[in-house]
Every structure is written in structure tokens, then in C-alpha cells.
């Protein structure tokens, strides 16, 4: 159960982390009453947007009730607002909500639409207090419990990238952690261990990967890892287990490597600033010859107290590479939330369930065995079953009203009036070739017991429906960590045929039935997945964006994983 914290004696009421723990603390108020102050909040939404264009359209004047707003307002998704916001970018107001728009969450569509998601001031206020402040406390409560006093302040290495880019009446556009970042930029000096061109390049052209690994390397006093996904972590280990030598060979130099692309500008700057350090690489040199058997980042950063990621669902694969570099270092997982708001707040270290929030709007839910077809039958947040799943609706606070965002969430349990929920997959990462409908969820757990029963590990994992044919056929994709034989491909097809059916006994059944083919099992070559996200970040998008690619869906993926099947 959700408790309130003490605040320890030697944090200064100045401190900003003093009023950490008090917003952790009225957290906990707010989610022992959550359905009061649920439908409190739903009231104050729609009285203040009562004037706007899409206020007038619904009736707003007209709503007093929960129920009342379910019987006016409609489901809703991207497209129902999609013309509005497209008046939105140009500088019209008043249109879909009566807050401040100060910011366009960019992000893509199924096919790869650009979406511009409106951030209001009000969602980045709760972002920061709900997200943010929040962590905070969690940070410092944990580590004092851990380690028997507060977490070590020093550099950071946080993977995060800020790229500025602006609609056209001038209102900030891009990933929601960089407007929330930029509000920052100013201290960011104080903890970044590289120059901070890195992390806001500003036009500038140069290597992220590297020059990261270049500067954390070269500082031993990391305290934290921090990235919005820990993919981004893994992939910035990856790259230094494969180019170590070098990059040790650049410390001792005391020079950036004249081969890494990067601004000519920028590099004269930098190595003004550098000096040889044989000391500390002759140190990374003895801990990296060890090989990487053993987790290295207790070695390379001692003082490194925690990693903080989201880490979980998806992710949890990348979670699982990481504790092979971080060994027993805590992690915290962060937040469940979307381009369109925050939601629930993980309140420990270790843990996967995320606590809603009801200050971050109102939540509506769908059991995953209902369609949604009737737009008044749905649940409250206090009135869901623990180990049922259900889709989650969201009228946040931007204008987006019974916003359909595509999640299916899992109960784990409640705090106070409060779920703790489990993200399980998107609706639209399911496939369906004959009415199965597979989801993330199960072909996560076929990749799981594949490892089980074959004694592999897989790096990641993607699922394509191939419809060219009748009937139609799975494709599983994998990526394994080493090259497995092609003299085992049919017991390895046959392992992942047979868990897919158990994973979703509607598929079994119609392959009994001959309206589906059995599986079919792609092996990938070795690095797909991270080339992969080399190859977004070239076409730029963020890497703060991207996640795991876990159903195969657009020609331009169809392409880049077919080309690059192990075929030896």
C-alpha cells in the first residue's frame, strides 16, 4: 500500500527536493480519494473549455455529471482533431481547449503520419510535478534506504537529445522531453559530463554515440544513468563494448578521433578543452581487458547509485541486457505516459507497476472482451478488477476528450481508490490475419519460452503478417545473440509454432483449421535491431522517440528486416 514519506531532517525546506517529498505526499492523498477528485477534475475540464469551438459543438454548458459527459461527448482519436490542430499550428485558439499551447509533441502515426500532438501548459505543469518533482523523492527515498543516506550528486550520463524545430506561429515542436528539457538548459552545465552542444546540438551536425561515450568514459564520477527508454542506455553500452579500445586510445590522447563525423567548429572547441589522461585510460584499459562477462559499470563508474529508464513492457528485453552491464545497481522505471500526457507514476525502485494519477486527467476503461461499441459502458479507475485487462480512454488536458490513445493496460493491484496498472501492448502492434488477434504481450512470452527451452538468448524480436498469400501466414523475426545453425531450424520453428498456439489458442486452432500457415522463422544477422535505430536517428527522428519495432507494418521496415535475414 502507498504510504506517505517523512521528510528527512536534513533536507533544507528550501531545498526543491523538500517539496518533492510534500507533492509525493499529497500524491498519496489524492490517490486515496481518486474518484472524487477524478470527477472534480472532469467538471473543472469541461467548465473551463465550455467556450472553445469543441466545448460549443458538445455541449459543454450542458454537461453536470460523469454521465451526462459520456452520453454528449463521443470516442475519439488523432483524426478528430486533426483539422482543428492543423488551424492550431497557424496561430487560431480557443479551438479544442482554452489552455495555453505551448508546445507540439511530434510524433508519427502507424504508417508514419506526423502527428502534432498539442501540449498545453497545464500537461507540461503535470509532467514536471507528476513526473519529474515526483522522481525525485523517489530517488532520494529509496537510495537512503538502500545505501543509508541520500543519493551522490555529481555527473549524469542522460542519453536524451534535444531537437528544436517550430510550427508555424512559433510554438515549440518536438519530443515532449525536450520542451521540459530546454526549461533546464541553462543548469545543465552542472551535470552533464560532456559540453552541452551534445545533448542541443542546435543545427550542429555530430556523433551523439560517441562523443557520449568519449566523455562519460573519461569522467569516473558518474552518480546516475538517466534516458527516456532503456534502449538508449543499452545501445550506448553496446557501442562502447565494441569501440573501447579506441575510445580509451582518444582518452589517453586527450583527442577526438579525426574519423568521427562532427562539425569542424565543434571539434577545434572540444579539443581545446581536452588534455591527455593516461591515468584514467590505463584504469578503463585494465577493467575493459576483464572482458564484459562480469556487469563493467560498477568498475567504470563506482559511485554510479542508480539507472533510471522507462524499462518495462516492451522494453523489459533491453531492461534485462542492461543488468548484464549494471549488475545489481537499482533501477527505477519512471513513468507510464504518452505523447498526449503523463498518466501513472511508478513509486519504487524496481517495481513495474505505475500508480494512476488522477490530477493527469480522466481515466475511462474498456474490458479488453468489450468492443467499445457502446460509448456510455465504460469503468471508472476504482471500479477495475485486479489481473483483468482493459483499454484506456483519456480526456487529458489539451482538448483531447474520450481520446482512444490504443493501450491495454493490466491491474496489478490499487492504492487506495488508485490502480496500479501494467502496460501490456497497443492495440494496433496486434496483428490479426484471420480474426487471432496476437498481441505484443504473447509473442513477448513465445520469444521468452523459446529461450526457456533452447538455452538462447534473443536480442530482440518483430512479427509480420503475410497476407500475399492464402491462407495468410506468421513471420517471426529474431535477432539471436549468437549465429545458431541452420541444421536446428526446424526444431527452433517448430518450439515457436507450437508456444504461439499456447500463447493464443485462437491461432492454434486455425492453423488446425488450415485458415492459417504455421509460422514461418526469420533469424536476423547480429546488430539489426541497433542498426536499425541508427538508421531513424540518421532519417531524424529522436532517439528520445524510438521504440522497439515489435510488428513489421510499413514498406519502408518491410524492406530494412527482409534485407537483413541471416541466410548462411
Known sequence: ???????????????????????????????????????????????????????????????????????????????????????????????????????????????????????????????????????????????????????????????AVVKTDYTPDGTLRGPISSAIYLQNKAFMHYILPWPVEVMYPEGHSLNQKYLRAFYALKERGITRMVAPFMTALVDSMYYIEINWRSLVGDIEAGKLDDDVDMDEELRERFNAQLAPDPERAAELRAIFEQGFEEPVIPKIWPDCDFIASIGGGGFAAYTKKMKRYSGDIPMYFNCYGASEGPIATIMDFESFENTLIPANGFFEFIPVEEDGSDPTRTLGLDELEVG??????????????????????????????????????????????????????????????????????????????????????????????????????????????????????????????KLLLSLKLNFLQQETYYLYRDMMVMRGISENQIKPVRVIDTPRKEKFFFGLIDKE
Open 1 to 159: 500500500m502507498l504510504q506517505k514519506r517523512n521528510i528527512p531532517k536534513d533536507i533544507d525546506p528550501k531545498d526543491p527536493l523538500y517539496t518533492a517529498y510534500q507533492v509525493f505526499n499529497e500524491t498519496v492523498d489524492m490517490c486515496m480519494d481518486a474518484r472524487r477528485y477524478s470527477h472534480e477534475l472532469l467538471m473543472q475540464l469541461v467548465r473551463d473549455n465550455e467556450e472553445t469551438e469543441f466545448g460549443k459543438k458538445y455541449g459543454f454548458k450542458e454537461i453536470r455529471s460523469v454521465e451526462d459527459y459520456k452520453k454528449r461527448v463521443p470516442f475519439s482519436s488523432y483524426d478528430d482533431y486533426a483539422v482543428a490542430i492543423e488551424r492550431m499550428v497557424k496561430g487560431e485558439k480557443n479551438l479544442i481547449t482554452a489552455y495555453p499551447v505551448v508546445h507540439y509533441a511530434l510524433t508519427s502515426g502507424s504508417v508514419d503520419n506526423p502527428k502534432n500532438i498539442p501540449v498545453s501548459s497545464r500537461t507540461m505543469e503535470a509532467y514536471m510535478k507528476y513526473a519529474s518533482n515526483l522522481s525525485s523523492c523517489i530517488y532520494d527515498f529509496a537510495i537512503r534506504e538502500r545505501k543509508g543516506r541520500s543519493p551522490k550528486q555529481g555527473k549524469q550520463f542522460l542519453t
Open 388 to 513: 483483468h485487462e482493459y483499454e484506456i480512454i483519456v480526456t487529458n488536458l489539451t482538448g483531447f476528450y474520450r481520446y482512444r490513445i490504443g493501450d491495454v493496460i493490466e491491474v496489478a493491484g490499487y492504492d487506495g481508490q488508485s490502480p496500479r496498472l501494467l502496460f501490456k501492448y497497443r492495440k494496433n502492434q496486434m496483428i490479426s490475419i484471420a480474426g487471432e488477434k496476437t498481441n505484443e504481450a504473447g509473442v513477448a512470452w513465445v520469444v521468452h519460452e523459446f529461450e526457456k527451452e533452447t538455452g538462447e538468448s534473443i536480442t530482440d524480436f518483430s512479427i509480420y503478417a503475410d497476407t500475399d498469400d492464402l491462407p495468410g501466414r506468421y513471420v517471426l523475426f529474431l535477432e539471436p545473440e549468437r549465429h545458431l545453425p541452420l541444421e536446428e531450424y526446424e526444431r527452433y520453428r517448430t518450439i515457436c509454432d507450437e508456444k504461439m498456439g499456447i500463447a493464443n489458442p485462437s491461432y492454434g486452432s486455425k492453423v488446425k483449421e
